[in-house]
């Protein structure tokens, strides 16, 4: 709010961030909120900027974000898809003119707590490169699915098309850590294990080769081609330079009705038992746990809400010079939180 932010949007912001955190996805969280308002600064975001509606139908909608924070403009996204697939069992709204939104997994599972399969993908400026080829071609290209499930916890996945997602990337170097040699490979298209080559003279390898590659161009389309964002090298780093120049980043959503298909009490009892079913499975040896997608997140969660949030120096030296450039007291801010 000290940026510009209305209270609303900063509160959706908060809450992608945070709950991101909670789920242990400490790469998506508050960790990035410095580089979030860096673009802010710079008027590389429009912290007044309200997303609107601005074309729909019965089963879809298009979000224009007007190059203000992310989150608020796939939140309402999301939950138009949700609203719409409530009238007619499964809907589509895609967003544009955004930017970076965080972790894809947060707003799949705002479906799954409506009883919806949630899907919601978005593109990036290209890091990632293609078989055969030696330099970017598309983006990381995130996608969740969240899958409501009865007395279980929803299943989630939330995967980048490439190897890895390229924060890890930047994490490891910050922290001094080295990689493994199968998530980069160099301008010759030969795999490193140099992270400060990435992402200049560096790209990211795709999951499973042409799978992730192929995954990847598909986000690229409902997120950017059907919403009218930009696409491929059209879109714009929201880490690094001319943090001036608006990213333009698409994004999908899609809910869908499970309700309306199938009757939901059995749906929900069959769900139950596919995940008991695989819990069960015969273990590999030295294997103590099959996990659904997302059950560690959720095991996370468990653990920091009782006992917080754990936080990496790197984190508290951001949230510490945050706190300095907006003039805010940390000590005052928490016992604010905390009578709340």
Not at 123 to 151: F, K, Q, W, Y
Not at 189 to 194: E, L, M, S
Request: include cysteine.
């Amino acid at each position: 709010m000290e940026a510009g932010m209305g209270r609303d949007a900063a509160e959706i912001t908060t809450k992608v961030l945070v709950t991101t955190d909670l789920m242990g996805v400490s790469t998506h969280g508050v960790r990035n909120l410095h580089n979030y308002l860096k673009r802010i600064a710079t008027k590389g975001l429009d912290p007044h900027a309200r997303p609107e509606i601005v074309s729909e139908g019965p089963g879809w909608a298009i979000v224009d974000g007007h190059n203000g924070m992310a989150m608020p403009s796939a939140y309402l996204a999301m939950q138009t898809a949700i609203d719409k697939a409530g009238q007619v069992g499964i809907a589509y709204a895609g967003a544009r003119n955004s930017c970076h939104f965080g972790a894809a997994g947060f707003y799949a599972l705002m479906a799954a707590e409506e009883g919806m399969i949630g899907l919601s993908m978005s593109n990036d400026i290209p890091s990632m490169t293609a078989p055969g080829a030696r330099s970017h071609i598309t983006g990381t290209n995130p996608l969740a699915v969240a899958i409501p499930a009865g007395e279980e916890k929803p299943i989630l996945l939330d995967v980048a098309m490439s190897t890895v997602a390229g924060s890890k990337i930047y994490q490891a170097l910050a922290r001094g850590k080295g990689i493994p040699d199968n998530w980069i490979v160099d301008g010759e298209g030969i795999p490193t294990t140099d992270t400060s080559v990435y992402p200049h003279s560096a790209s990211l390898l795709p999951m499973a080769g042409h799978k992730g590659y192929g995954l990847a161009l598909m986000i690229e389309t409902l997120s950017a081609l059907v919403s009218g964002a930009n696409c491929l090298t059209e879109v714009g780093s929201w880490l690094f330079d001319k943090t001036e120049r608006p990213t333009g980043h698409g994004h999908a959503f899609i809910a869908i009705n499970v309700g309306v298909i199938a009757p939901m009490d059995v749906y929900r009892r069959r769900a139950d038992d596919m995940i008991r079913s695989i819990r069960r499975a015969p273990k590999a040896k030295g294997s103590e746990r099959i996990y659904l997608p997302g059950e560690m997140e959720w095991d996370k969660r468990v653990d920091y809400e009782a006992n917080g949030i754990p936080l990496t120096e790197d984190i508290i030296k951001s949230l510490t010079e945050i706190a300095e450039t907006y003039g805010l007291d940390l000590g005052e801010v928490n016992s604010e939180l905390a009578n709340r």
